[in-house]
């Protein structure tokens, strides 16, 4: 993932490239286009001048003729001959080999007519001009820096704008990050000076207000539904205790008593758990102690190992010894409780448990047939597995727990395992 603001640059930088790489032809060619007309302005210049002095001197023709051939032999570039009819002027560029550079020049020639006491001359008159590979190398070294230049200010300028123009934008994200909905607490953007950001941040003022609100309505319904439900929950089974031990009930009456008040136990520990989750995120569990997370793992195990033998399950324990943390014993003894219930329920007959503390780690890992919905895992009233349906509630309590205490718990079906792993 890339940041929005290296995005933005990159097609900038791109572009600039183009740009600075096209110019390097565009610039060689009006260089060249200049070049080469001046040249020509000059070479009619060189001609009318000429022309102009040497007759302006009254020479005879011996002294004429002397001064062209020594014009012809000092002046490079230049040569005068006498002709017996004028043609057109001709302008052209040509390569040649200069005797006097020992190397093949590019030359701009004029091929012109003049007049001297009224005898027409041929004037050839050649420039030696800068050779194109030369010229488009100081080109593109020109184009290269300049674009670096760019670059390096580009880079700055994005840097120093987004601290700036930017700032508000990562101060409200730092804000919504650190939000959690279960404090109820709002929270409060600053004002600034952007249309959209001002913009966003009264849409998540707005978006994190209704979601307290219907939170606090959500927890407000669970708890007082689970306080009323207490009294009329503890009046249903005594009464059904005490028609279990009326002497006239038949044997199928007692059987549907039976089952209902299986139902009701399972009814009135949604209603604990519920108490308990709302007791969790109104962080009325403050006590805190150093507990021995060895030795309470230990005797969590024996207090189950009746329900081991009944399903003839096998256990395997690694416990490190010496393990403790900082943190509220009810809580975390129902933290490995339902872990352990867990491993339990989700096993085969004949399985096997493996139970392993580290310093830095809880493992419980027991057999399974099929993964189960990671999806649904933590959610609460969710069945991650349809085969052994439980109340929805526990693994939910698990990550409660885990989340207050700044613990990771974490899922994975490995060789036919059901993996749970809580770092500490």
Do not use: C
Request: charged share 25%; proline share 2%; glycine share 4%.
């Amino acid at each position: 993932m890339k940041k929005l603001l290296s995005r933005t640059l990159k097609p900038i930088l791109l572009y600039a490239l183009l740009v600075s790489v096209l110019s390097i032809p565009v610039y060689f060619f009006i260089i060249d286009f200049i070049w080469v007309r001046e040249l020509d302005k000059h070479h009619f210049a060189i001609k009318r001048k000429i022309e102009n002095r040497i007759n302006a001197l009254n020479l005879s023709d011996s002294t004429i003729r002397q001064t062209v051939a020594i014009l012809n032999r000092t002046e490079p570039g230049f040569v005068l001959t006498p002709i017996e009819l004028a043609g057109r002027d001709s302008v052209y560029s040509h390569i040649r080999f200069d005797t006097f550079m020992q190397d093949r020049e590019q030359f701009r020639s004029l091929v012109t007519f003049i007049r001297i006491n009224n005898r027409p001359y041929r004037l050839l008159i050649e420039t030696n001009m800068e050779e194109i590979d030369e010229t488009i190398l100081a080109i593109s070294a020109v184009s290269l820096v300049f674009f670096g230049l760019l670059l390096a200010g580009f880079i700055v300028l994005n840097r120093r704008m987004s601290l700036r123009i930017w700032q508000p934008f990562y101060v409200s994200l730092k804000k919504v990050k650190s939000f959690h909905l279960q404090q109820g607490q709002p929270i409060s953007f600053e004002k600034t000076e952007i249309v959209e950001f001002e913009e966003l941040n009264e849409s998540l003022r707005k978006l994190i207000d209704g979601n307290i609100a219907t939170y606090r309505q959500q927890k407000e319904f669970t708890e007082n539904a689970s306080h009323e439900l207490q009294t009329p929950l503890a009046i249903v089974r005594s009464k059904l205790d005490v028609l279990l031990q009326n002497e006239d009930l038949t044997a199928q009456q007692g059987e549907q008593i039976e089952l209902a008040n299986r139902a009701l136990a399972r009814v009135s520990r949604i209603n604990k758990n519920l108490l308990l989750l709302a007791k969790l995120e109104n962080h009325q569990f403050a006590d805190q102690e150093r507990i021995d997370l060895s030795q309470l793992v230990t005797d969590q195990i024996e207090l189950f190992l009746e329900n081991v033998v009944d399903q003839k399950l096998e256990i395997r324990q690694q416990i490190q010894t010496g393990i403790e943390r900082e943190g509220n014993r009810i809580l975390i003894e129902m933290l490995f409780t339902n872990l352990l219930l867990n491993a339990i329920r989700h096993n085969h007959a004949n399985g096997a448990i493996d139970i392993r503390l580290t310093a830095n780690r809880f493992l419980v890992s027991n057999v399974g047939s099929a993964a189960l919905h990671p999806d649904a895992l933590f959610k609460r009233f969710s069945t991650a597995s349809s085969k052994t349906p439980g109340s929805g509630l526990g693994l939910a309590i698990v990550q409660e727990i885990s989340n207050r205490y700044g613990w990771e718990i974490s899922y994975a079906f490995e060789a036919n395992r059901h993996v749970f792993s809580l770092a500490f």
